[in-house]
């Protein structure tokens, strides 16, 4: 029941008085409860503040009608600062730290009235495609319990799919959302670079990372971008502009609309049913009067190697903090020696994977090397920004596929770090561009898994991704599924 | 791969800027995994950009200035709340001198 609802249903309920707030929290906790610990969906779950919080708004109805997002729950990715709420980032280093402020997108959410009911499970400092590199274990699949999520966000999108919550916040720094939403079959919106505040959004490559919504209709995602967004002092990268009232553009048609086709992105082997899927959208495009045009982003295939040069070496600057002094774990030491501290705290506190790239980014800033590397790939993420700009000339959405393969085995390219980058091919180039791109589910494919398609927009115009993918699903007239548990 | 990128004793020199301290294990792992991975990474090099300007941020701003007038900040207990070791005003730390 409660974990088929959307927001404005939820939001309905509430109103109406079909269900208290406290019932409905009540309701999801223990579906929680019975699902949590196979999926591991969840690293912490807010049982009792969001039980109370829930009570306050039974007890004062104006507060529940204020709010747009009264009584709702959310789950909030674990690399999000919760105020007194632990938040891990699924890392040893952090395992215990409770911070003592909240990001901005989730204070954003709380004053809308949004419920966390939860911190959902990652890739160790959001180091990942796969949600394996966890320090506390792989989050599964609910589609195919043997199969990765994908990553890094894959708590989120695994909760919103089974039912766990009905929206979630993740981040993306080069394809952290798209890839578990496309995995999971939700949506998942990476917002341009500035539009949401990084303020308490725990830092992996600055010039990258960017918060964004996760949901199961395209109504709940743009409500919830509609709150997270704006200016915010406290981020001197966010922008100062106005944020759309994305809900309320969503069924303006989208007759005339030109898509651009990227044909370096389908010269690539990619997996039959998800080409299928990416045509059989462009169909419905142009039954809708979507035009489309191909056009060439010439230096896509450079961008995993520049994206694995420059988020590294941002990474490696970034968690030069964990150092055992102001916040988290500490290892003990034989002697008291400050160095010795230092070592022994990274090495028992830092998984492999983020070790690996505290490691490729410090070499890449090294004496001798940072030319060579770190400007080199800088140069080449100008590069792919100038295709995306010279694309846009030509159209005004562009239409992807969000991964080469569908979800793998669990543990299948564990052991082959260069693999695991080379799933983020599609996602990687508008990350590092900034550009805004969506995850839209299709439905399943003939396993039984998510199959959808990535839109690109323009800088700041997410607008016109939320009326493609509103206008997409209402004309094949998608109804979101739940994962079925067993 | 015949010719790595990185030998151990690279990798042992970044490990020490990086502070990390890595078993043997890791550092001949470390040194086959981040070579393959460089190795892959050469292929930037397949391109000319000679006169490219470098991306280091996708929205182009600098010097953002605010007015400095002082607020409101955290709280001193709670910014040594998370702290390994404090003595109650400051983080204790093995000592250096």
Same mark, same amino acid.
């Given at each position: 029941?409660?974990?088929?609802?959307?927001?404005?249903?939820?939001?309905?309920?509430?109103?109406?008085?079909?269900?208290?707030?406290?019932?409905?929290?009540?309701?999801?906790?223990?579906?929680?409860?019975?699902?949590?610990?196979?999926?591991?969906?969840?690293?912490?779950?807010?049982?009792?503040?969001?039980?109370?919080?829930?009570?306050?708004?039974?007890?004062?109805?104006?507060?529940?009608?204020?709010?747009?997002?009264?009584?709702?729950?959310?789950?909030?990715?674990?690399?999000?600062?919760?105020?007194?709420?632990?938040?891990?980032?699924?890392?040893?280093?952090?395992?215990?730290?409770?911070?003592?402020?909240?990001?901005?997108?989730?204070?954003?959410?709380?004053?809308?009235?949004?419920?966390?009911?939860?911190?959902?499970?990652?890739?160790?400092?959001?180091?990942?495609?796969?949600?394996?590199?966890?320090?506390?274990?792989?989050?599964?699949?609910?589609?195919?319990?043997?199969?990765?999520?994908?990553?890094?966000?894959?708590?989120?999108?695994?909760?919103?799919?089974?039912?766990?919550?009905?929206?979630?916040?993740?981040?993306?720094?080069?394809?952290?959302?798209?890839?578990?939403?496309?995995?999971?079959?939700?949506?998942?919106?990476?917002?341009?670079?500035?539009?949401?505040?990084?303020?308490?959004?725990?830092?992996?490559?600055?010039?990258?990372?960017?918060?964004?919504?996760?949901?199961?209709?395209?109504?709940?995602?743009?409500?919830?971008?509609?709150?997270?967004?704006?200016?915010?002092?406290?981020?001197?990268?966010?922008?100062?502009?106005?944020?759309?009232?994305?809900?309320?553009?969503?069924?303006?048609?989208?007759?005339?609309?030109?898509?651009?086709?990227?044909?370096?992105?389908?010269?690539?082997?990619?997996?039959?049913?998800?080409?299928?899927?990416?045509?059989?959208?462009?169909?419905?495009?142009?039954?809708?009067?979507?035009?489309?045009?191909?056009?060439?982003?010439?230096?896509?295939?450079?961008?995993?190697?520049?994206?694995?040069?420059?988020?590294?070496?941002?990474?490696?600057?970034?968690?030069?903090?964990?150092?055992?002094?102001?916040?988290?774990?500490?290892?003990?030491?034989?002697?008291?020696?400050?160095?010795?501290?230092?070592?022994?705290?990274?090495?028992?506190?830092?998984?492999?994977?983020?070790?690996?790239?505290?490691?490729?980014?410090?070499?890449?800033?090294?004496?001798?090397?940072?030319?060579?590397?770190?400007?080199?790939?800088?140069?080449?993420?100008?590069?792919?920004?100038?295709?995306?700009?010279?694309?846009?000339?030509?159209?005004?959405?562009?239409?992807?596929?969000?991964?080469?393969?569908?979800?793998?085995?669990?543990?299948?390219?564990?052991?082959?770090?260069?693999?695991?980058?080379?799933?983020?091919?599609?996602?990687?180039?508008?990350?590092?561009?900034?550009?805004?791109?969506?995850?839209?589910?299709?439905?399943?494919?003939?396993?039984?898994?998510?199959?959808?398609?990535?839109?690109?927009?323009?800088?700041?115009?997410?607008?016109?991704?939320?009326?493609?993918?509103?206008?997409?699903?209402?004309?094949?007239?998608?109804?979101?599924?739940?994962?079925?548990?067993? | 791969?015949?010719?790595?990128?990185?030998?151990?004793?690279?990798?042992?020199?970044? =490990? #020490? %800027?990086?502070? /990390?301290?890595? $078993?043997?294990?890791?550092?001949?792992?470390? +040194?086959?995994?981040? @070579?393959?991975?460089?190795?892959?990474? =050469? #292929? %930037?090099?397949? /391109?000319?950009? $000679?006169?490219?300007?470098?991306?280091?941020? +996708?929205?182009?701003? @600098?010097?953002?200035?605010?007015?400095?007038?002082?607020?409101?900040?955290?709280?001193?207990?709670?910014?040594?709340?998370?702290?390994?070791?404090?003595?109650?005003?400051?983080?204790?730390?093995?000592?250096?001198?």
């Amino acid at each position: 029941m409660v974990e088929q609802w959307t927001i404005s249903e939820i939001r309905s309920k509430l109103l109406k008085g079909a269900i208290s707030a406290k019932e409905l929290i009540q309701e999801l906790l223990s579906y929680i409860e019975n699902h949590n610990s196979y999926i591991n969906a969840y690293l912490t779950i807010t049982a009792e503040s969001a039980l109370k919080e829930a009570e306050e708004f039974d007890n004062n109805r104006k507060l529940l009608e204020e709010k747009p997002l009264g009584g709702v729950p959310i789950a909030i990715k674990d690399c999000l600062c919760t105020r007194f709420i632990r938040t891990t980032c699924a890392s040893k280093i952090l395992e215990n730290f409770v911070p003592p402020y909240d990001a901005t997108c989730v204070e954003k959410l709380r004053k809308a009235g949004a419920i966390i009911v939860g911190k959902t499970n990652m890739d160790e400092f959001a180091m990942g495609s796969t949600t394996e590199h966890s320090a506390f274990g792989p989050t599964r699949n609910p589609w195919d319990t043997d199969r990765v999520p994908g990553g890094s966000s894959g708590g989120s999108a695994a909760a919103v799919a089974s039912g766990m919550a009905p929206c979630a916040l993740g981040t993306d720094t080069g394809g952290s959302i798209r890839l578990p939403s496309f995995y999971c079959g939700v949506l998942g919106l990476k917002p341009t670079y500035g539009r949401v505040s990084r303020y308490g959004l725990i830092a992996f490559a600055s010039s990258l990372d960017q918060a964004g919504p996760i949901a199961r209709t395209v109504e709940d995602l743009a409500i919830l971008a509609e709150v997270i967004s704006g200016y915010d002092p406290k981020d001197t990268t966010s922008v100062k502009k106005e944020v759309p009232r994305f809900s309320e553009i969503l069924g303006t048609p989208v007759k005339g609309i030109r898509i651009g086709i990227p044909k370096e992105y389908f010269q690539h082997s990619i997996d039959p049913e998800i080409e299928r899927a990416v045509e059989e959208s462009i169909k419905v495009f142009r039954t809708l009067g979507v035009d489309f045009v191909e056009v060439s982003l010439p230096h896509t295939d450079y961008g995993v190697a520049a994206y694995y040069i420059i988020a590294p070496a941002e990474a490696s600057s970034n968690l030069a903090r964990y150092d055992g002094v102001k916040y988290g774990f500490r290892s003990p030491t034989e002697k008291p020696d400050l160095m010795e501290m230092y070592l022994n705290t990274r090495a028992k506190g830092f998984g492999a994977e983020v070790k690996r790239r505290i490691m490729l980014g410090t070499y890449a800033l090294s004496a001798g090397y940072y030319d060579a590397y770190y400007i080199k790939a800088s140069k080449v993420r100008r590069l792919i920004q100038q295709d995306f700009l010279k694309a846009f000339e030509k159209c005004d959405a562009l239409i992807t596929p969000v991964a080469p393969l569908q979800p793998f085995k669990i543990g299948e390219k564990l052991e082959d770090p260069l693999a695991l980058y080379l799933v983020d091919v599609f996602t990687l180039p508008a990350s590092l561009a900034g550009i805004p791109g969506m995850s839209v589910p299709c439905g399943l494919s003939s396993r039984g898994l998510p199959v959808g398609f990535q839109l690109l927009g323009k800088y700041f115009d997410e607008e016109i991704l939320f009326r493609l993918a509103y206008a997409y699903h209402r004309e094949i007239a998608y109804s979101p599924q739940i994962a079925i548990l067993s | 791969m015949s010719h790595r990128i990185l030998d151990r004793d690279q990798v042992e020199h970044i =490990a #020490k %800027l990086a502070r /990390l301290r890595l $078993t043997e294990d890791e550092k001949d792992l470390m +040194a086959e995994q981040l @070579s393959s991975i460089l190795d892959y990474v =050469a #292929k %930037l090099n397949e /391109l000319d950009t $000679t006169d490219v300007d470098p991306m280091h941020h +996708a929205v182009d701003r @600098s010097n953002v200035f605010r007015d400095d007038n002082p607020h409101k900040s955290i709280d001193h207990n709670e910014a040594l709340a998370n702290a390994p070791q404090t003595d109650g005003t400051f983080f204790i730390v093995p000592r250096v001198i």
